[in-house]
């Protein structure tokens, strides 16, 4: 429905015109490295379920809290510098 409204309020030569881009990245075909690299995270991404350990998961954690912390004390930090409340 939105796309429908959205194609009725352009121009038509606005919608049916391809870009020179489109046109030349559609004439090349497949772009091998690009599928073989998404091809490739996927994979890893399966391949990560079979590796899975509680205690890298509780790593994980550890190490995201400690980073968010550092995130709130920076930002803390230039709140005060710049107030000059310190």
Not at 8 to 30: C, E, F, N, Q
Not at 34 to 61: E, K, M, N, P
Request: proline letters at 1%; hydrophobic letters at 55%.
């Amino acid at each position: 429905m939105i796309g429908i409204a959205l194609e009725d309020s352009l121009p038509r030569h606005a919608v049916d015109d391809k870009t020179d881009l489109h046109i030349r990245t559609v004439s090349r075909g497949i772009n091998w490295i690009f599928a073989i690299t998404i091809v490739d995270f996927h994979l890893g991404a399966i391949a990560a379920l079979l590796y899975f350990r509680w205690s890298g998961l509780g790593v994980f954690l550890v190490m995201w809290i400690l980073t968010q912390n550092q995130k709130l004390i920076r930002a803390f930090d230039k709140f005060l510098a710049e107030t000059d409340a310190a």
